[in-house]
Structures are given as structure tokens and as C-alpha cells.
């Protein structure tokens, strides 16, 4: 069985601000820092700090995309199917809070340039049982889907940037649907503030699809036929939210890929998560899967 991450890969610009700018305000950030980040490029290293053997596709750019190779394969990803193009890699301004929030501006660049050749390339290395990770930060999204559902691969969506893409594609395909309650709002028409109705619609609408609702301080929780499962935050001091979000669902499908259970799952990646929100950067605050472990050992004691 193999992982495939198929998304983005940014080069972060992360500006260290007392709040965010508004219309019209110019201000003065207190400290840059350039990571490695992106929403794909997150999760692949979620994945392999979990233990799972993980490869990642997608598109960077051929004079500055190297660090963001260099990131994946320290992590253990492997990154043969990455193509290199002529236009700028992904980036993103990102920024940061005393409070720990963060407020991104995207630039797609080569993660927008995939072309249909290059994802049958792709898709070529994989079959029946693996699985596909996918997010909404690249091109050819609903063709990627189509071609691993004839595979017979099973697809992990999380549906983040939230916008009209994502009704386009064709989503009774995933096997999981992993997004937070803003997303689970915008899909389901239902306030965010009510996650209960949010998972029965979800779970009404797709009913072959295990759904996980993150709900941020208030947790997550985990929907499947006649399942469910609730899980709470492990609060600490928030330093940047950034990649928060992609740890999670990075160490929930490596731990469920390796045959972990619903619950402890739930436990890990709530873990992972926590870690990474107490650190700087995207990619850079994902922990390694002992320091998870270690942390949660901690809580037994």
C-alpha cells in the first residue's frame, strides 16, 4: 500500500505583525522568516513524521523550488514525481499575531500549472488500494480524482482553500473528507457554530465517506455510519497556526493508514497538532511521530 500526496508546494513569507493590515492601513512588520510550506508539502511531511512511506506530486519552479525538495526529502518524502517548471513556485504571504492567528494571500504559480499528461504520469506509479491525498491548492483537481476512482485508489480530500472548485469536483469519490467547520459550513449551507448539524448533513450526503469535523479549540470529531467519535484539544501556548491544520490530517491517515484505531488516531493527531501550533513555521513545526508519542506517554503518567 502507498501514499501519494498530490498538491501544492509554497515558499512561505511569513511577517510577524501586532494585527493584521486593513483596507487602506500601511504598516510595519516586526520580523520575516522564509519556510518551506504549502498545503501538500505539510501534509507529505505529516504523513512521513508519522512512519508512513510517502511520495508526493506536484510542481515547483525550476530556479527556486529547490529548498522545497530539499525540505521533503530531509523528511523522507520522495519527490521523483515532482516536475519542475519555468514559472515561479507557490508562495504565500502569511501573517502572525501575538495571539498566534495567521491571514494568508496565496500565489498558485507551478502549483497551477499541472497538466492532465503529467497526472497520468503520475497516477501511472500507483493502483488499486493505495491511497490519494489531495487539498484545493492545484490544478486538475477533478481529473486527478476521476483517474485514481477508475484505479481504484482510495481518495482523502481535504477541502481547503474552501471555494467554488470544490463543488465542481467529484466528491461522493472520497473515502475521507477531512476539513474544519468553516468549510463544513460553506459545503453544508448550516452555521458553523452548530457542528452537530454540520456532521449529519455531511454524513447524510456522503454516506460511503468517513467524515473528521476539526472544530478548533473545541476539538474534533470523527462521523462514520452508526460511529462517532469525539476528540478534545491538548491546550498550549499558540506561537502560529499555520500548518495546524495539515498536521492533523497528515498524522489522522498515517496513523488510520497503519491500521491505528478511529480513537487513538483521533489522539495522535490532536497531539501533532498541539506541537505544531507551539512552534514557528509551517513544515518546520511538524513533530517527528517520538515526540508525539512521548508527549502523550507523559499524559498516562
Known amino acids: 500500500m502507498k501514499i501519494l500526496v498530490y498538491g501544492s508546494l509554497n515558499i512561505d513569507h511569513v511577517y510577524k505583525m501586532d494585527h493584521f493590515v486593513r483596507p487602506g492601513e500601511t504598516i510595519s512588520s516586526k520580523e520575516l522568516q522564509l519556510f518551506c510550506g504549502g498545503k501538500g508539502l505539510n501534509q507529505s511531511i505529516a504523513f512521513a513524521r508519522s512512519g508512513a512511506e510517502t511520495w508526493h506530486a506536484g510542481a ?12 521533503l526529502e530531509q523528511a523522507g518524502v520522495h519527490t521523483e514525481l515532482i516536475e519542475k517548471k519555468e514559472c515561479p513556485s507557490g508562495h504565500a504571504i502569511i501573517q502572525t499575531t501575538p495571539e498566534g492567528e495567521n491571514g494568508i494571500l496565496l500565489y498558485g504559480g507551478a502549483n497551477q500549472t499541472i497538466t492532465r499528461q503529467e497526472v497520468d504520469a503520475a497516477l501511472s506509479c500507483f493502483a488499486e ?16 480524482m476521476e483517474k485514481a476512482h477508475e484505479k481504484g485508489m482510495k481518495i482523502v480530500l481535504n477541502p481547503s482553500p474552501m471555494d467554488e472548485k ?12 477531512i476539513l474544519n467547520e468553516l468549510e463544513g459550513a460553506a459545503m453544508t449551507g448550516i452555521s458553523h457554530r452548530d457542528s452537530e448539524k454540520i456532521l449529519d448533513k455531511l454524513m447524510e450526503r456522503f454516506p460511503d465517506t468517513q467524515i473528521v469535523l476539526t472544530l478548533g ?25 499555520t500548518a495546524a491544520g495539515d498536521t ?4 489522522f491517515m498515517g496513523s488510520m493508514i497503519g491500521g ?42
Do not use: W
Request: glycine share 8%; with cysteine; hydrophobic share 40%.
Open 166 to 177: 470544490i463543488f465542481q469536483m467529484p466528491l461522493s469519490y472520497t473515502d475521507f473528507l
Open 217 to 241: 479549540k473545541a476539538g474534533s470529531v470523527y462521523g462514520y455510519k452508526d460511529k462517532i467519535c469525539r476528540q478534545p484539544v491538548y491546550p498550549v501556548k499558540a506561537v502560529d497556526t
Open 248 to 251: 492533523f490530517t497528515g498524522y
Open 260 to 301: 491505528t484505531e478511529v480513537e487513538e488516531a483521533l489522539k495522535i493527531a490532536s497531539m501533532a497538532s498541539a506541537i505544531a501550533v507551539s512552534r514557528k513555521g509551517a513544515a518546520p513545526s511538524i513533530p517527528i511521530l517520538s515526540q508525539v508519542q512521548g508527549k502523550i506517554a507523559n499524559l498516562k503518567e
Open 60 to 71: 515547483v519552479g525550476l530556479h527556486d523550488g529547490q529548498m522545497l525538495l530539499n525540505m
Open 129 to 144: 488500494g493505495d491511497f490519494l491525498v489531495l487539498q484545493n491548492e492545484i490544478s486538475q483537481i477533478p481529473y486527478i
